[in-house]
């Protein structure tokens, strides 16, 4: 029988204990949060002491980001599986130590970008991965959705993803873009970015970012250029990548779960694949591989090393920003009459 730890009780973590009750009916859990909890599927405790006493053999890392390094020190030696929810951390440097903290502790470790585990962004993956269309020119990706509107019933002033204390903003929160974005077109070599507030959402983070992305380039071909834009302000909710290829467009939605085709010579977009409603989400699919990893050995499908380079791609956007760009000089046209 699995003692399992989950380390905060936000919507994630509770979405955790609902997985893990449904999977494993006989598992013993204690939550930790700042909270009081009561619960008749699980024990509670507000002091982390208490979880390293529990000696939990899986854990998850839940919570706000700002937390992680506290709480993986919390653990105890020997564990046999770690799921870090995204981010790794709030920064690269802070990610080396929890990376080096989860090493200490042995067993598997994964970081929760579940979207890999969307069967439509599995297909998407195929068909660019594949050539369906030849190969990639370019590439144009954007998420966004109306913060307020992101979590019912809570003020989105108080929640993690509008202050900068508990590592919220929108390359943090969004971060599953950066990450899906090097799992299908390949590492990330540069990165060009703006962000900052464009809104008058009540938050101390940037509510958008507009990033230019230069992955790394295969054999004697042009490196691809990627744009990715998110956002905390629009009212259409959209997540989409769009793949111009050398013979026809790919698009992927993430709203609708669906992959959709413009063949050259087309006159509209063709549905190539849509998800089931009745099949497994993404987060179920996703606690099935991390306990197939914990449990018998099997390689995690996103890695500390994948949470690690999302960072370092949200650090350089950040540095691209403060350098400012370079200046367009002014115009010129009067000496030219």
Excluded at 132 to 151: H, I, K, M, N
Aim: with cysteine; net charge negative; hydrophobic share 35%.
């Amino acid at each position: 029988m699995h003692k399992i730890a989950v380390l905060g009780f936000g919507s994630s973590g509770q979405r955790f204990v609902s997985l893990i009750r449904e999977r494993l009916p006989e598992a013993e859990i204690l939550v930790y949060s700042s909270q009081q909890l009561t619960g008749e599927v699980f024990s509670s405790t507000s002091k982390l002491s208490e979880v390293r006493r529990f000696e939990p053999t899986i854990a998850i890392i839940s919570g706000v980001a700002s937390n992680r390094l506290e709480m993986v020190k919390a653990l105890p030696n020997e564990m046999r599986g770690v799921l870090v929810e995204k981010p790794l951390a709030v920064d690269y440097e802070e990610g080396v130590q929890v990376t080096n903290e989860l090493v200490q502790r042995g067993g598997t470790t994964q970081v929760g970008y579940n979207l890999r585990f969307s069967p439509s962004l599995r297909e998407f993956k195929r068909k660019v991965g594949s050539l369906r269309f030849g190969r990639v020119l370019s590439v144009r990706a954007e998420t966004g959705q109306y913060l307020p509107d992101w979590r019912t019933g809570r003020d989105y002033r108080t929640t993690a993803s509008a202050r900068g204390e508990s590592g919220g903003g929108v390359l943090r929160e969004l971060s599953h873009e950066i990450d899906y974005l090097r799992w299908i077109f390949g590492d990330i070599e540069w990165v060009s970015a703006w962000c900052g507030t464009q809104s008058d959402l009540e938050i101390d983070v940037e509510d958008t970012a507009h990033l230019t992305l230069g992955f790394s380039p295969e054999a004697a071909l042009p490196m691809l250029v990627g744009q990715l834009n998110l956002d905390f302000t629009r009212h259409d909710r959209t997540r989409s990548i769009t793949a111009v290829c050398a013979e026809g467009t790919l698009r992927w939605d993430g709203i609708t779960l669906r992959v959709e085709e413009w063949p050259q010579g087309g006159a509209e977009w063709e549905v190539s694949y849509a998800e089931e409603a009745s099949a497994p989400t993404s987060y179920e699919r996703q606690w099935d591989s991390f306990y197939l990893a914990a449990t018998k050995g099997a390689t995690p499908e996103v890695t500390v090393e994948d949470g690690l380079a999302v960072l370092s791609v949200i650090d350089s956007a950040r540095s691209s920003h403060d350098s400012g760009g370079i200046r367009v000089s002014p115009s010129q046209a009067g000496l030219l009459s």
